[in-house]
Structures are given as C-alpha cells and as structure tokens.
T-cell receptor, first 115, second 115 residues
Framework: QKEVEQNSGPLSVPEGAIASLNCTYS??????FFWYRQYSGKSPELIMS????GDKEDGRFTAQLNKASQYVSLLIRDSQPSDSATYLC???????????????FGQGTILTVHP | EAGVAQSPRYKIIEKRQSVAFWCNPI?????LYWYQQILGQGPKLLIQ????????DSQLPKDRFSAERLKGVDSTLKIQPAKLEDSAVYLC?????????????FGPGTRLTVL
C-alpha cells in the first residue's frame, strides 16, 4: 500500500464547475496535510495547508480533512482554465524520530479545465 | 523575500559521469530538503538536513549519491556515477523549522538528463 494515494486522473471539468481532488494516507500519526499545485515544467507551489479535522477555505479553494478516515480532499470552485495543472497531496509525519517533519507526496492528479 | 535558489536549471550528461547540484534556501530556514521527481510521479525525499546535520537520508542511494550542507546554509547534491534511471528533476526545498506545521517551499529544480 502506498503511503499517500491519489487518483492520477486525468480529471476533466468544464470551466465554472467544481473540481474535487481526493487523497488517502496510511500513517495515522500524520499531523499536517498540504496541497501543492504543479504546472508542467515548474516546481510545486503550496496552495493549501490543513492541520485539523473539518474544512478550511481560502478563496476558491477548500481543503477538507477527516483523520478518522485518513482522507483529505481539495475542492476548487468556479474552476478556470488556469487551474489546469497537477495537484499533489502531501502528508507530514508527526511522530518523533526520522519521520518527524518528513513530507510524503502522492503521485498527483492531473486536472484539466476546459472552456 | 527571495525564494529557494537552485543551479543549474538543466544538465545533460552521459551515464557514468558525475554531476553536482547547488541549492540556497530561503534566508533563515533551518531545514533543507532534496527531492527527486521522476516524470509522472510525486517528489520523493532523498535527504533532509536540520542546520548542517543530516536528519533523514534513508532514501538516498548512498553508493552513488552524496549531499552536504557544511555551513548550515547552502547545500550541494552529487551523483557519481550517474545512471540512466537518475534522469529526473531534482528539487530543493526549505522550511523554517523541522516541525509538522512548517510549510516547505520549493526551488525551481534542476532537470537532469542522463544519456
């Protein structure tokens, strides 16, 4: 079982729709969760972080975390063609030792927003 | 605030040659990370430094890869000798501290092609 799993997609949504991206993780001790956006040929860019159960909203982005289900998601409202990118879910270890602070990435979900 | 700097941006070498990458983190960031990102995959942590000490190098192929951060600021990652499967983007990231709640910021990456 992979430590962080994402559906690789591609996920295609029309402009203006809600894009829903999902991620599951295996380490129950994980304490923080991040979504990065990566445009083709560019490095990952942090767009959302979430640390506690529930929803966190930032503009058109909403991150949702359910630690009991080991599940984190990202919703993008009013999707724009400029949102077309690969979205990487990343999970940070919280236990002591070498995994402390270590960020583990999923393989990414390719999102395409078509006009 | 200046971001994470990396050089070179691109490098093409032949197998069995050696190569080195350089990274300068965001000023004041104590924790520095090197990741390898193979096309179509999420970044994979190679090594993590806290100041000038290695915290985690469990996924670093130590027979050919080495890294150092001598003065606790900039860092170099070396591959010697390179193999075809080392073709990837090498990303450097930094964070203020090595805690689960500190966000990591990535540099532009070095795209390595091994022929």
């Amino acid at each position: 079982q992979k430590e962080v799993e994402q559906n690789s997609g591609p996920l295609s949504v029309p402009e203006g729709a809600i894009a829903s991206l999902n991620c599951t993780y295996s380490d129950r001790g994980s304490q923080s969760f991040f979504w990065y956006r990566q445009y083709s040929g560019k490095s990952p860019e942090l767009i959302m972080s979430i640390y506690s159960n529930g929803d966190k909203e930032d503009g058109r982005f909403t991150a949702q975390l359910n630690k009991a289900s080991q599940y984190v998601s990202l919703l993008i409202r009013d999707s724009q063609p400029s949102d077309s990118a690969t979205y990487l879910c990343a999970v940070r270890g919280g236990a002591g030792g070498t995994s402390y602070g270590k960020l583990t990435f999923g393989q990414g979900t390719i999102l395409t927003v078509h006009p | 605030e200046a971001g994470v700097a990396q050089s070179p941006r691109y490098k093409i070498i032949e197998k069995r040659q050696s190569v080195a990458f350089w990274c300068n983190p965001i000023s004041g960031h104590a924790t520095l990370y090197w990741y390898q990102q193979i096309l179509g995959q999420g970044p994979k942590l190679l090594i993590q430094f806290q100041n000038n000490g290695v915290v985690d190098d469990s996924q670093l192929p130590k027979d050919r890869f080495s890294a150092e951060r001598l003065k606790g600021v900039d860092s170099t990652l070396k591959i010697q000798p390179a193999k075809l499967e080392d073709s990837a983007v090498y990303l450097c990231a930094s964070s203020l501290r090595r805690t689960p709640y500190n966000e990591q910021f990535f540099g532009p990456g070095t795209r390595l092609t091994v022929l």
